[in-house]
């Protein structure tokens, strides 16, 4: 069954498809797209009950941030990025939580994890500086998740490397309005943001191997399954169910596109074998996209209902499978966009937007093959594995 979120997101769909192009035209999500996602409770999804969230199930999630990316891929982009921020932030000390949601339940938060910042250790916490790009979403937030570097005390990083994930309130940073200029995803609103000597206390931070090696949640108290899952397995859960959804909503179009086009042979195109093989091929790819994602995340989070260890070859399956999911799901959209005719490339036609969208979610880090194929292989073979490969798995 559904979750209750998917229903009331299914119910709103053609509200936030009919937003998207604004939202595209803003350069990040409307008031009215915010306040949708915020009644849906999307961004709640992955957050503790004690706090107003539903603590759900990670298939849930992925499932809700498809179905938001089906109707508007900035939106879901949005979703599946913040939408993992309140699973983190609930590892981290309890006072961070009460600060962030007890006014409000529905405060967000943003991020970019890039240890973009030197933070230098003062008493009590550190000093913060730097400048991070790509915080989606950041317009509509009030805190950001952002990656630093512990500093030697001169405004270097210290040896040996270690990196935290600070949480910052938005008194203490700055959104640079101009730096989102991009051919897709314009909707996410995914700018820079500058930090200029900002006090950070100690409880606002978290050592990211804490995070990494999932032994975050057990240190503050927390027992439920969801928080005992890898950050390299949820972090790019979300993003990928984005892109996963903007292919099913640009295949649906295709299709309802389809249905009475003729072409210039003068075939109506439900006559043309090539396009309807496409077009059944790219429904079976994209489908198979789906089911490995959620599949993946449900085996991880069997093992640790079960009360059994998630092992880095576990880690590294999911972490392969997940990359391919995204590449095959757009490697199906091409197949498609490519035989609707020259009006897909109309801007009038949300299609070419979704075809946009989806090939700009590639480019997400997350999504770059060559390390997580290279280090699935590695683990495969019971080899060595560096140090540099193991932080995303």
């Not at 952002?146 to 700055?174: E, F, M, T």
């Not at 299709?255 to 195109?269: D, K, P, S």
Request: charged letters at 20%; one cysteine or more.
């Amino acid at each position: 069954m559904a979750h209750e979120v998917v229903g009331r997101i299914e119910e709103i769909g053609p509200e936030l498809a009919a937003l998207a192009e604004e939202n595209e035209k803003l350069g990040k999500l409307s008031d009215k797209t915010v306040a949708l996602l915020r009644s849906a409770g999307v961004i709640r999804l992955l957050q503790p009950k004690e706090f107003g969230g539903h603590a759900a199930h990670p298939r849930d999630f992925a499932e809700a941030v498809m179905a938001v990316a089906r109707h508007d891929g900035a939106a879901g982009w949005v979703c599946g990025v913040v939408g993992v921020h309140p699973w983190e932030l609930a590892q981290l000390d309890p006072r961070l939580a009460h600060e962030v949601w007890d006014d409000d339940p529905d405060t967000w938060i943003a991020s970019p994890y890039m240890p973009n910042g030197i933070a230098e250790p003062v008493e009590g916490g550190y000093v913060l500086s730097g400048r991070w790009p790509f915080s989606s979403g950041s317009d509509h937030c009030s805190w950001d998740f952002l990656g630093a570097l512990v500093g030697d005390g001169k405004g270097k990083p210290a040896g040996p490397i270690s990196v935290l994930h600070v949480v910052l309130p938005r008194s203490d940073y700055q959104i640079l309005d101009d730096t989102w200029n991009v051919i897709g995803l314009a909707g996410t609103g995914s700018k820079d943001v500058v930090v200029d000597k900002a006090f950070v206390p100690e409880y606002r931070t978290i050592r990211q191997e804490l995070v990494t090696e999932g032994a975050a949640a057990e240190a503050v108290g927390l027992t439920e399954t969801l928080y005992k899952l890898p950050f390299a397995s949820m972090f790019p859960l979300g993003i990928t169910a984005a892109v996963i959804g903007i292919c099913e909503g640009g295949l649906a179009l295709h299709l309802a596109q389809q249905r009475e086009r003729v072409a210039v042979t003068g075939v109506q195109v439900r006559d043309d074998p090539y396009v309807l093989y496409s077009a059944g091929e790219a429904a079976a790819e994209i489908a198979a996209s789906r089911v490995q994602l959620i599949e993946g995340i449900s085996r991880l989070y069997d093992k640790a209902e079960a009360g059994l260890p998630i092992t880095l070859e576990d880690r590294a399956d999911v972490r392969r499978n997940q990359v391919r999911c995204a590449w095959r799901a757009v490697s199906a959209l091409d197949g498609i966009f490519a035989r609707s005719g020259g009006n897909a490339i109309r801007h009038d036609n949300p299609l070419q937007r979704y075809w946009r969208d989806a090939h700009v979610g590639l480019q997400h880090m997350i999504h770059v093959p060559g390390s997580a194929y290279h280090a699935n292989a590695l683990v495969r073979m019971g080899l060595e594995l560096p140090e540099s490969m193991r932080v995303m798995l």
